[in-house]
């Protein structure tokens, strides 16, 4: 690895607030494989939470805002001191915890996967503590509307915006597919159901149709994308993570060949493939069907043929009622699933029971409840709404959409 000296007066170490610089040199590495930009992107990346002697023992922002004497620091930070706000507290090899703005603290990960080493042992760590103590349902990320910060507390996920938090940083969900497609490759398969629950959930939905605006923000209440062959061995087989329809022209041992999907999700559980190699399954499907002789393996459903082939597989998608943890579910909260997509009810499918019970205060589901798929228009698109009983003081029926 090539070592980063400074050799300039005015050269001072440094590192930006906003974790993306570190990605860019990675990504300049891997299209010129010249070692000083990977040399850079470690040095951005280990730098992070180091006090230095040169930098009067202080962490690198609280010594800058001493040089310029600008005690101004953003409204989304506590005081100038507030480092974790940009996840450099310490060093993230010896960070195991979660306390910055929830884009940054992703990006960092990102950042910190692609690295690989330590870096990535790092961020593999941070990613399951992120997970398994920030997300909610719809993997939403950063759960504090006025600073979109990560909670202190795990577990703390209000539910509504009249709990005071419930914000889920549309970016944050974006910045955790990218984090997750470096990680994919972990046996249990629950990092690549993470990446197609952000991107349905949050996403998308988080989008203009034609890509020139988006919402910062996909509270769960009011009150790269597609197949990518990373790390591929060569000429030996092709992953799918998530199901989206496109075509792709991969190199494969030098040789382009072209996937092809179509797919009916999320909408169905049917999707066709013409590839060669393996297809996937997830854990949100059952009675799992593949019409090619295929093997579970890592979390994946592996599969060989010679030449090009059409692959067909289809799946069940029942409805479920999951939890964040297992807190929430005591507690009584849970979210309604039906595959990979989460389901809410709006006021615009219940409008006599919200009329009834504004914003749904006081309403639930049964522990019971059975769900009615029901094929419904909107703004001219079909998808699929669940409807069931609900527990409020009258009992109505409700509808939920995707």
Known sequence: MTEIKLTEEHQEHRYPGHPELELAMLRRYERTQDLAHLAFAHYLLSARGQAREDQNGLLYFEYDAGVREDPVYPETMEAIWDVGYHQSHK??????????????????????????????????????????DTMNVPAGFGSEPRTEVFSRHAHHLPQSTAEGGCYAETCAS????????????RPDGGVRDIMGRALLNVVIGGRSEVWMASLSRMPTSSRRVGTRPRHAKIGSSLDVYLFLSGTRNIDVGGVTATAT??????????????????????????????????????GFLRASAPGKVDVAFSFTMPVRLV???LATW??????????????????VDNAALDE????????????????TEKQIEIEGVSIIALATWCAAVLKQYVTGTP
């Open 356 to 371: 009834a019970h504004p914003h749904f205060e006081g309403v639930g589901l049964y522990p019971t409840a059975s769900f």
């Open 330 to 347: 005591q507690a009584g909260n849970a979210a309604v699933t039906r595959g990979p997509i989460v389901y809410v009810a709006e006021s």
């Open 261 to 298: 999907m179509s797919t009916s999700m999320p909408g169905k559980g049917e999707t066709r493939l013409t590839l060669s190699g393996q297809v996937p399954s997830q854990e949100y499907a059952a009675d799992i069907k593949c019409f090619i002789p295929a093997e579970a393996e890592d």
């Open 174 to 185: 974006f910045t955790s597919m990218m984090t997750a497609e470096r990680l994919q490759f």
């Open 91 to 132: 060093p993230i090899v010896e960070q195991d915890d979660i306390l910055s703005h929830s884009v940054r603290d992703l990006y960092l990960q990102t950042g910190a996967a692609d690295a690989g080493g330590e870096l990535q042992s790092a961020a593999r760590r941070l990613f399951d503590v992120t997970v398994r």
């Open 323 to 325: 939890a964040p943890q």
